[in-house]
């Protein structure tokens, strides 16, 4: 286990040696300075786990170094104790108006400084963790919710449900999937929805769109949300036309072979969270609902878009107009296969 490092700060080497055999003897790593301008030079570039400064000392005194280390990026986040003698109590109000954390009084006693190093490189250590898992906190939910959402989350505590005018939907599923499921078992299953997803998930990010959920072996995703875009139906064909290309290429090489159908449809949604204790993003309306449609009566391998999407990609795609189908709620209703890329 690699050892913390303890700057040691004074011009006296008689503490100098007494604070470095003290530390050293209870498995510390000490470094020493004899001025304020060598504790900055050493702790830019050693980066200690905390910093023992004395107050008074010839040239930079510990008020001007730990104002020069509290205003540097590199050295604000180390802990300072001040070293200060018995009666000097308002340099040691000064000293923790100044950033310091604690503070040894001279002449040392060497409990005393062990307890205070070590209670204080543990809070620092505590500190580093709940930093990470705050980070880790915010990475896990930008990942399952919009960042503008998550970041409204974040800095309020609620996030209202909004309209969005004018987006495209998309939805695809996985031909025969309940037929694999029961012949794969669940580990290689599962590991294949999981390449297959992660690479829906780069090509809707290169195209300006996003995931909103995974149901099984649906994938859900969306373009005009939540920052609107006057071409959002051009880039979710564009995105699902790459995903159909990707399972084309990834059959080619792979022990098993899928098939998917696509189907999308623009207009109108309103999106929001749903739930308090798991925090779930989802679309609602009657856009979505014909989207689902669009999907379920594609077919293997196909993209089947609405004419409301195909109003607004035609001069960029070649697409196939079908024979009108039967849609639950809607009556007939025209759609159409994308072909190919004109462009």
Request: negative net charge.
């Given at each position: 286990?690699?050892?913390?490092?303890?700057l040691i700060v004074d011009d006296?080497?008689?503490?100098?040696?007494?604070?470095?055999?003290?530390?050293?003897?209870?498995?510390?790593?000490?470094?020493q300075a004899k001025s304020g301008e060598r504790a900055i030079q050493i702790a830019k570039k050693a980066k200690p786990d905390l910093i023992l400064l004395d107050i008074q000392m010839p040239g930079m005194d510990g008020f001007e170094t730990i104002s020069i280390l509290k205003n540097d990026l590199e050295t604000v986040d180390i802990p300072v104790i001040f070293i200060s003698a018995l009666n000097q109590i308002e340099d040691k109000v000064k000293g923790f108006k100044s950033g310091a954390v604690d503070y040894v009084s001279k002449p040392f006693q060497k409990e005393e400084v062990i307890a205070r190093v070590t209670t204080h490189l543990k809070l620092r250590t505590a500190l580093k963790d709940i930093e990470v898992e705050r980070e880790k906190s915010e990475k896990l939910l930008q990942n399952v919710l919009p960042l503008s959402v998550a970041n409204e989350l974040k800095e309020t505590g609620v996030s209202l449900p909004q309209n969005f005018k004018d987006v495209?939907?998309?939805f695809s599923d996985i031909v025969n999937f309940t037929k694999y499921s029961g012949e794969l078992d669940p580990i290689t299953l599962i590991s294949e929805l999981n390449t297959m997803f992660t690479k829906f998930d780069d090509i809707m990010e290169n195209n300006g769109c996003e995931r909103i959920k995974t149901i099984g072996d649906a994938y859900l995703g969306i373009c005009g949300v939540p920052n609107h875009t006057s071409n959002h139906a051009y880039k979710i064909s564009k995105a699902a036309t790459q995903m159909i290309n990707y399972i084309e290429d990834y059959n080619k090489s792979s022990e098993y072979k899928w098939e998917v159908r696509i189907g999308i449809h623009s207009g109108d949604i309103v999106g929001g969270i749903v739930g308090k204790k798991k925090y779930i993003y989802d679309i609602f309306g009657d856009t979505v609902n014909i989207a689902s449609r669009m999907e379920s009566n594609s077919k293997p391998m196909c993209i089947n878009i609405s004419e409301d999407t195909f109003n607004r990609v035609k001069d960029s795609f070649n697409c196939n107009k079908r024979e009108p189908l039967e849609v639950k709620g809607k009556g007939l209703t025209n759609m159409y296969f994308i072909e190919s890329f004109k462009g």
């Amino acid at each position: 286990m690699e050892k913390s490092r303890i700057l040691i700060v004074d011009d006296v080497e008689e503490n100098l040696k007494v604070l470095t055999e003290t530390l050293t003897q209870q498995g510390f790593h000490p470094l020493q300075a004899k001025s304020g301008e060598r504790a900055i030079q050493i702790a830019k570039k050693a980066k200690p786990d905390l910093i023992l400064l004395d107050i008074q000392m010839p040239g930079m005194d510990g008020f001007e170094t730990i104002s020069i280390l509290k205003n540097d990026l590199e050295t604000v986040d180390i802990p300072v104790i001040f070293i200060s003698a018995l009666n000097q109590i308002e340099d040691k109000v000064k000293g923790f108006k100044s950033g310091a954390v604690d503070y040894v009084s001279k002449p040392f006693q060497k409990e005393e400084v062990i307890a205070r190093v070590t209670t204080h490189l543990k809070l620092r250590t505590a500190l580093k963790d709940i930093e990470v898992e705050r980070e880790k906190s915010e990475k896990l939910l930008q990942n399952v919710l919009p960042l503008s959402v998550a970041n409204e989350l974040k800095e309020t505590g609620v996030s209202l449900p909004q309209n969005f005018k004018d987006v495209s939907v998309l939805f695809s599923d996985i031909v025969n999937f309940t037929k694999y499921s029961g012949e794969l078992d669940p580990i290689t299953l599962i590991s294949e929805l999981n390449t297959m997803f992660t690479k829906f998930d780069d090509i809707m990010e290169n195209n300006g769109c996003e995931r909103i959920k995974t149901i099984g072996d649906a994938y859900l995703g969306i373009c005009g949300v939540p920052n609107h875009t006057s071409n959002h139906a051009y880039k979710i064909s564009k995105a699902a036309t790459q995903m159909i290309n990707y399972i084309e290429d990834y059959n080619k090489s792979s022990e098993y072979k899928w098939e998917v159908r696509i189907g999308i449809h623009s207009g109108d949604i309103v999106g929001g969270i749903v739930g308090k204790k798991k925090y779930i993003y989802d679309i609602f309306g009657d856009t979505v609902n014909i989207a689902s449609r669009m999907e379920s009566n594609s077919k293997p391998m196909c993209i089947n878009i609405s004419e409301d999407t195909f109003n607004r990609v035609k001069d960029s795609f070649n697409c196939n107009k079908r024979e009108p189908l039967e849609v639950k709620g809607k009556g007939l209703t025209n759609m159409y296969f994308i072909e190919s890329f004109k462009g």
